[in-house]
T-cell receptor, first 117, second 111 residues
């Protein structure tokens, strides 16, 4: 079974530039998560989708971050304009169905390491 | 504020020693998961505990879910250098639709 695919693996941009990350979840997984992980810390949830609807985006800095999951399959996360403090690893994860106890094992992609200079 | 607090944050031990990592919260979770993350990779699931008081063993790793389903522990017996990594706990909210990660414990096992 193919895992969660993310691209690019690495990205270096200057502050105030824009950047986009792409995620293709495991086939059939209804729930998709985007996390931001600062070096050495636990992942922080940015946004959670159930199919193509948003379940939770309370920690998404909406003045500069946006995400979409058209057609309920793959997703893009965009930052515009980027700040130095956005330097982090952006992880995408998916689960079969985040609405039930037994189906909430999250499978993670390798992440995109963003460096803002 | 972190919903799930892990302790210790960092742990550096010699090969063969035992260790315990704790994951605590004031909130009740319907289930709790432990992940291990290596540098440059995404977290990989180790175990899911669902029932209060549940104990699960995975070779040298023992996981326990607190009776009140607010906390959990991970015990490693005879640690090996291959156990080195970032250990993360994650709790599923009681209405099943939110998933929270702890702050992480960075473990280094020296040969």
């Amino acid at each position: 079974e193919a895992g969660v695919a993310q691209s690019p693996r690495y990205k270096i941009i200057e502050k105030r530039q824009s950047v986009a990350f792409w995620c293709n979840p495991i086939s059939g997984h209804a729930t998709l998560y985007w996390y931001q992980q600062i070096l050495g810390q636990g992942p922080k949830l940015l946004i959670q989708f159930q199919n193509n609807g948003v379940v939770d985006d309370s920690q998404l800095p909406k003045d500069r971050f946006s995400a979409e999951r058209l057609k309920g399959v793959d997703s893009t996360l965009k930052i515009q304009p980027a700040k130095l403090e956005d330097s982090a690893v952006y992880l995408c994860a998916s689960s079969l169905d985040g609405s039930t106890k037994s189906n909430t094992e999250a499978f993670f992609g390798q992440g995109t390491r963003l460096t803002v200079v | 504020t972190q919903l799930l607090e892990q302790s210790p944050q960092f742990l550096s031990i010699q090969e063969g020693e035992n260790l315990t990592v704790y994951c605590n919260s004031s909130s009740v979770f319907s289930s709790l998961q432990w992940y291990r993350q290596e540098p440059g990779e995404g977290p990989v699931l180790l175990v899911t505990v669902v029932t209060g008081g549940e104990v699960k063993k995975l070779k040298r790793l023992t996981f326990q879910f607190g009776d009140a389903r607010k906390d959990s522990s991970l015990h490693i017996t005879a640690a090996q250098p291959g156990d080195t990594g970032l250990y993360l706990c994650a709790g599923l909210s009681q209405n099943f639709n939110k998933f929270y990660f702890g702050s992480g414990t960075k473990l280094n096992v020296k040969p």
